[in-house]
């Protein structure tokens, strides 16, 4: 079934399949969730489509970072894609420094709880803004040590 999937998908997006199977196995083997890959074959054809080609590989470990880390947050991991690909197709950090920030980063926002496609929006802004004024890992760093001193504060 997931052959017959990745062909199907490949032919109506007209991406190479070997793109979709290194995106699907990005997925399993960084985040061990192979629901999410193997249920969303055209969704991740369409998101590579959108994205380019090339960035199949980097599709599917955004993919496993974000379904890490954004597990009981509410937040859908598409649609967190979806976010993420609008604010970094104009925004100061592009989606290739995202992906490869994105465990980092989106742990701090899950840590203090917060929830729902909207504050990942706000979240994403936050760190697009901070990114205007210093280099990709450098807003990364500033914005999770600002929610960590943020959470330490709510603990005391």
């Given at each position: 079934?997931?052959?017959?999937?990745?062909?199907s998908v490949s032919i109506t997006t007209?991406?190479?399949?070997?793109?979709?199977?290194?995106?699907?196995?990005?997925?399993?083997?960084?985040?061990?969730?192979?629901?999410?890959?193997?249920?969303?074959?055209?969704?991740?054809?369409?998101?590579?489509?959108?994205?380019?080609?090339?960035?199949?590989?980097?599709?599917?470990?955004?993919?496993?970072?974000?379904?890490?880390?954004?597990?009981?947050?509410?937040?859908?991991?598409?649609?967190?894609?979806?976010?993420?690909?609008?604010?970094?197709?104009?925004?100061?950090?592009?989606?290739?420094?995202?992906?490869?920030?994105?465990?980092?980063?989106?742990?701090?926002?899950?840590?203090?709880?917060?929830?729902?496609?909207?504050?990942?929006?706000?979240?994403?802004?936050?760190?697009?803004?901070?990114?205007?004024?210093?280099?990709?890992?450098?807003?990364?760093?500033?914005?999770?040590?600002?929610?960590?001193?943020?959470?330490?504060?709510?603990?005391?």
């Amino acid at each position: 079934a997931l052959r017959e999937s990745i062909n199907s998908v490949s032919i109506t997006t007209a991406i190479n399949r070997d793109v979709l199977l290194s995106s699907i196995k990005q997925i399993v083997d960084k985040s061990g969730d192979i629901d999410l890959a193997t249920n969303n074959v055209e969704r991740l054809g369409q998101v590579i489509k959108v994205v380019g080609e090339d960035s199949g590989e980097a599709i599917g470990e955004l993919l496993a970072a974000l379904s890490s880390s954004l597990a009981g947050t509410g937040v859908n991991v598409f649609d967190a894609l979806e976010v993420m690909i609008s604010q970094g197709d104009k925004g100061n950090i592009v989606l290739e420094d995202m992906a490869r920030n994105a465990k980092k980063s989106i742990g701090a926002y899950a840590a203090l709880g917060m929830t729902g496609k909207r504050a990942f929006a706000e979240y994403q802004a936050l760190l697009q803004s901070v990114g205007a004024i210093l280099k990709p890992d450098e807003a990364v760093t500033a914005v999770k040590g600002f929610f960590r001193d943020i959470r330490k504060n709510l603990i005391v």
